[in-house]
Structures are given as C-alpha cells and as structure tokens.
C-alpha cells in the first residue's frame, strides 16, 4: 500500500506517473498527467494507487479525457468487473449495454426518461443485495450555466455523530428500496409499470447496515439515503421518520459536500460505499430542448 495524505488529498510516493490536487478539505481529488484513451497502458501499480486514494477521498477528477465509450469500459475493467447499468437496458448506446446514458435530450421526439435523474440525494444501486461499488460518469455535453452534480463524504457524517448516536445506529439496518416514499414523491419520475416483473422484483430492495465499514480503508461511514430509505428494519415509516431526517440533514451538511461544475471531457470516479451524490436542477430546465441546455453523460459501473 502506498502512503496517502488524507489532509492534502495527496500520495507522497514521487514516482507515479500523475499529480494530484485536492478539490477540497477531505473530499475529492484531481487527477492531472493520465491520458486514460491507453488505460491498457497504465501500470497496475498507478491503477491500485488510484483506487486507493478514491476510497480515501471518495471521488476521482480527471479532465480533458474525451474518451469514446470503448476507451470509458476499458478504463473502467481496469478497477473490477462491471455492474449492470441500471434497470432499464433502453438507456444504454447502442452496442454498449454496460454504458448508461444520462440526458435531457429528445430521441425521435421523445423525452428522455433520465432528463432528470439523481434528483435526490443516494448511493448507486443500494437497493440491490450487493450495492454498486463505484461508478464513472463522463461529460460530453453540459448546460452554459448549471447542470453541476454534487456529493456528500459519508465519512464526515459518521465522524460528525455523537458516541451515544454511534452506538445507537451501530445495530441497525434500514431497508433501501426504489419504492420508498420519498422515491416515489420526486416530481417527473416515470411510472413503475414501464419495467419488467424481473426489474420490479429487483427493486423491491434490501436491509443494509446504518453504519458499514469500507472494505479498503477500514473506515466507517453512514449508508442512508433520502431517496431509498425511509424506515429502519423492524421501525414503522413514522417512528423511522425524525431520526433519518436528522441523518439525512447531517450527511448533506455543507461542510461535508463538494460541487462539481462540469465541462465537456470531464470524468468523475466516485465510490459509492462512502459518497453519496445529487443532481440539483440548477439550470433552465423547462428550456432543455435548447442547446445551451443540453445535458448528456455517460456512466459505467463497477460490481
């Protein structure tokens, strides 16, 4: 293991091919000198030093990579197997069902169904048994003003928590489900009838613990979300509701965020096991069909 200065967002080892520099106090770091179009290129040593310092600082910028979407999955494989993009195969590229498209621009005069996705605060996939445990979102088109995409340090919302919460929370679990109330409440979210019986079985959801342990760093964080959860395994909805919207507010305190304002050839690696992110509508929206408002971005997904 390679050492990492989590004050600075920096590695201290001086033979890595790349430099780094913090986009805040504890979350986020860029990533400068990579050219990721030859990922095949980079040696396992730079690609472990990356995966490391993304579980430290929990999410990865690379500028300027105007990657095409075989160069975005090679660069990915690189960290793990792939996760399935999501529950709606449609919104894959054609030939590229590991690629998951993000926009708000029609396709045959239709909108599109992720115009506004991540419209409230989550973590990829929680409602799965086995959660996302990264993911990759790459910038091709952004509005002039706006479309930013912001993320929350689980981290410092655990660290944030009194002894006596800690404890509390410690035994918990709490169910994440694409069919919890607060889901089902964003304004513009398409009707659930459009999947299948197999996509409805999967996003019936899963009791995760409150409190986990990050695999690689050892670290404990907070994993609840607004938009999955809302009642603790065992707790009514109304007896869950004034501890989680306490949790909710605390992990989304200003303090413990950063705001990524987006340009064409961005990408953004972020690891879902202590961040969690969210997609304000911070632009023209009900202007979107002008091309000063487009939005389009490309994830892929890490088992």
Request: glycine letters at 6%; proline letters at 6%.
């Amino acid at each position: 293991m390679l050492p990492i200065s989590a004050t600075a967002g920096g590695l201290l080892d001086p033979d890595l091919p790349y430099q780094v520099h913090p986009l805040s106090w504890r979350t986020g770091s860029e990533i400068m000198g990579l050219d990721l179009r030859s990922s095949d290129q980079l040696a396992d040593a730079t690609i472990a030093s990356l995966w490391q310092l993304l579980g430290e600082r929990g999410i990865l910028l690379f500028r300027g990579q105007h990657l095409d979407h075989d160069q975005h999955l090679a660069f990915t494989r690189r960290f793990g197997p792939l996760a399935k993009t999501g529950l709606l195969g449609r919104h894959a590229p054609p030939g590229y069902p590991d690629i998951f498209t993000v926009t708000n621009i029609k396709k045959d005069g239709q909108r599109s169904e992720t115009e506004n996705a991540a419209q409230q605060w989550h973590s990829d996939q929680s409602f799965l048994p086995v959660p996302a445990r990264a993911s990759l979102l790459r910038c091709v088109h952004t509005p002039q003003f706006g479309g930013d995409t912001m993320f929350a340090n689980m981290y410092q919302a655990y660290e944030a928590m009194s002894d006596g919460l800690k404890a509390t929370l410690d035994p918990l679990r709490a169910l994440h489900t694409l069919f919890s109330t607060r889901s089902q409440r964003l304004s513009g979210r398409k009707a659930f009838s459009s999947v299948s019986p197999e996509e409805l079985e999967r996003m019936k959801g899963f009791a995760h613990p409150v409190i986990r342990t990050h695999s690689d760093t050892g670290k404990k964080t907070l994993y609840v979300s607004e938009q999955m959860v809302d009642h603790f395994d065992g707790w009514s909805v109304e007896d869950s509701a004034p501890l989680l919207e306490y949790l909710f507010a605390l992990s989304v305190h200003p303090a413990h965020t950063y705001r990524h304002r987006w340009q064409p050839g961005d990408i953004i690696f972020w690891d879902n096991r202590c961040t969690m992110h969210y997609a304000p509508i911070d632009y023209d929206f009900d202007g979107m069909d002008s091309p000063a408002n487009h939005r389009l971005m490309y994830r892929s997904t890490l088992a």
